[in-house]
């Protein structure tokens, strides 16, 4: 079947689709944009959805944010599947907010929006150097061995040095150093991209500095990434024990709080743990407390990182809020680097149109329902929700997504009993007005059944190298196989 004739079919398809008054658009194919799929379909048996992105493949940060490593997380892929081919859900890859189609375009074609397109962008941390090459933030380095097609020429050097810093603790600063410090012969059974696999199978990095401006009671790491990353067969992991020293404060949180205390005692373990002698090709972890970047060096004459000068910190408590936070104090040391990644926060993009809080970086809302702006006297954008880490901010796991689609997907449904919605004999077009003008505008849009062309083919290449996916890393190759 041509592509033409493909386009005719599902036009005359979705046209019969009709008579179901209400027309919902997701924007944005990951976890948050999936489950407010899955809870509308279930709780409303009127409603079509039509899921749209800008990427031609599905799922978001669960194929291009889980580590390669992490096969289980992705096992969540197979329930958005049965989702994204409910006879009432379609997907439209390759679909761009803002120069696709445009949100009033989209106001205007369904009786619901719900925006769930993440955090796209990097928070700054505005110092002298972060220009230098050399310099990537965690979502870029990530993007890169994950194969999106955004990253696929990053090509970070990691031949030129054996020290790299990533700055910060979390989760994501874990998968980082994990990936940097694992036997790559472990990473080439995984869907890492090709072109980082054999860049780490080159690489002379040896050594990680794991570096936070806090303490190890305030590591926003879970238990179980900490513990996978302790336990590299062959990795040194290196933890001054003057910096775990605790307070009857810390010592309350604890009793609170058992997952941070059972990260304290993974470090305590790792601080106190006798160390083998070393050895040649010996590979190195060091977390590093109490310490801020204030610049990134580098040589006269050279424009690539060689170095980041920090500021010692101690914690300081804010009176009225008992939350505890790192101030300076006035002393500096230089740490020797010829590779930074800054795992700081992903940070969300506004667009023409969208109310949007600059200082949070997120779409001000309450409950998930739009408001017009941040003031407190703020109206309801009516028709136009939120959800994800544009509700929230880019904070939780996966599974939180879950939480924040069931109070928005609620607050669609209290709007439609109050009549607050566009009613529905309203004749909206819904899917058949987005047909149109993705048409109109020659956007060459995928479908689902693209993506299973891009997944057939991309597990079959992966087979033949004892991989679950080699995946495609290119925009021209994924819409090629996609519509070919």
Not at 11 to 20: A, G, P, Q, T
Not at 80 to 104: D, M
Not at 190 to 214: C, M, N, P
Request: glycine residues 8%.
């Amino acid at each position: 079947m041509t592509i033409f004739h493909a386009r005719k079919f599902l036009w005359r398809s979705i046209c019969s689709l009709s008579s179901r008054q209400l027309h919902v658009c997701i924007v944005g194919s990951g976890p948050a944009g999936f489950y407010t799929a899955e809870k509308m379909l279930k709780a409303h048996k009127e409603a079509d959805i039509d899921i749209i992105d800008r990427l031609p493949t599905p799922f978001g940060l669960v194929r291009t944010g889980v580590a390669p490593d992490h096969p289980e997380t992705k096992i969540v892929i197979n329930q958005f599947t049965r989702v994204a081919t409910n006879e009432r859900c379609s997907f439209f890859g390759n679909v761009s907010l803002g120069s696709s189609i445009s949100l009033s375009e989209l106001r205007n074609i369904y009786n619901v929006v719900v925006l769930a397109y993440g955090a796209e962008s990097d928070r700054s941390l505005g110092i002298p150097g972060e220009d230098l090459l050399g310099i990537h933030s965690a979502r870029e380095f990530v993007w890169w061995y994950n194969g999106h097609p955004d990253c696929n020429k990053l090509a970070p050097d990691l031949r030129s040095t054996d020290t790299a810093v990533v700055l910060g603790q979390g989760n994501v600063a874990l998968d980082i150093a994990r990936i940097l410090l694992r036997p790559t012969e472990q990473l080439a059974a995984t869907d890492i991209a090709e072109h980082a696999l054999v860049s780490l199978q080159e690489s002379s990095i040896r050594k990680v500095y794991l570096v936070g401006r806090r303490g190890p009671v305030q590591v926003a790491c879970t238990a179980k990434e900490l513990r996978e990353i302790l336990g590299i067969k062959g990795l040194h992991v290196h933890v001054k024990e003057a910096d775990l020293l605790k307070t009857p404060r810390d010592e309350e949180g604890f009793k609170k709080n058992r997952t941070k205390k059972r990260v304290y005692e993974l470090l305590f373990n790792a601080a106190t743990s006798p160390r083998s002698h070393p050895c040649p090709g010996q590979r190195d972890l060091h977390f590093v407390f109490f310490r801020r970047p204030e610049r990134f060096l580098h040589v006269d004459g050279s424009n690539r990182v060689n170095g980041v000068q920090f500021e010692k910190t101690c914690l300081q408590e804010d009176d009225s809020s008992g939350k505890q936070y790192a101030v300076g104090t006035g002393q500096f040391e230089e740490l020797k680097c010829g590779l930074v990644l800054k795992s700081i926060g992903y940070k969300s993009i506004p667009v023409d149109g969208l109310p949007f809080d600059n200082d949070k970086g997120v779409v001000p809302n309450t409950r998930g329902r739009v408001l017009s702006d941040t003031s407190d006297q703020a109206a309801i954008e009516k028709g136009l929700y939120v959800v994800g880490w544009l509700k929230r901010g880019p904070t939780g796991i996966i599974a939180t997504n879950l939480y924040c689609a069931e109070e928005t997907v609620t607050s669609i449904s209290e709007d439609l009993k109050k009549g607050i919605l566009a009613s529905t004999s309203d004749t909206k077009p819904g899917r058949s007005g987005l047909l149109e003008a993705l048409n109109r505008r020659n956007i060459r849009y995928v479908t689902f059944s693209g993506w299973e062309k891009i997944d057939l083919k991309e597990k079959n290449e992966g087979n033949q190298q004892k991989k679950p996916r080699e995946k495609i890393t290119s925009w021209e190759e994924l819409q090629n196989v996609a519509t070919g």
